[in-house]
Nanobody, 125 residues
């Protein structure tokens, strides 16, 4: 069983920056889909950013394009989300997720089998 642990959440004022990290407990697991999702109270879960490790392809939700960056360390053991120009509407619980792509090269929501417990990001105006 793979366990994912997020860290780095917190509170920041609008326009500020935060960085999130996600580490996996099982180093033998090699997912090819990694991603960050978020969910605000009363709202549906939203895909923030994903990376297909086979090609390095990254995809971003429309609301975060140009402001957020998903990345991995060289050892591919830690996933990051760097967030700039934060807005109050970015306030949510952020989750990292991992899985294997069924359709090679495409990371769909159903491909993400493992999820972290989440870390809270709060942006004040």
């Amino acid at each position: 069983q793979v366990q994912l642990a997020e860290s780095g959440g917190g509170s920041v004022q609008a326009g500020g920056s935060l960085g999130l990290s996600c580490a996996a407990s099982e180093n033998q697991y090699r997912p090819d889909c990694l991603g960050w999702f978020r969910q605000a109270p009363g709202k549906e879960r939203e895909r923030v950013a994903t990376i297909f490790t086979g090609s390095g392809r990254t995809d971003y939700g429309d609301t975060v394009k140009g402001r957020f960056t998903i990345s991995q360390d060289n050892a591919m053991t830690t996933l990051y989300l760097t967030m700039h120009s934060l807005r109050p509407e970015d306030t949510a619980m952020y989750y990292c997720a991992a899985g294997r792509s069924i359709l090679f090269g495409v990371c769909r929501d159903v491909d993400f089998a493992y999820w972290g417990q989440g870390t809270q990001v709060t942006v004040s105006s």
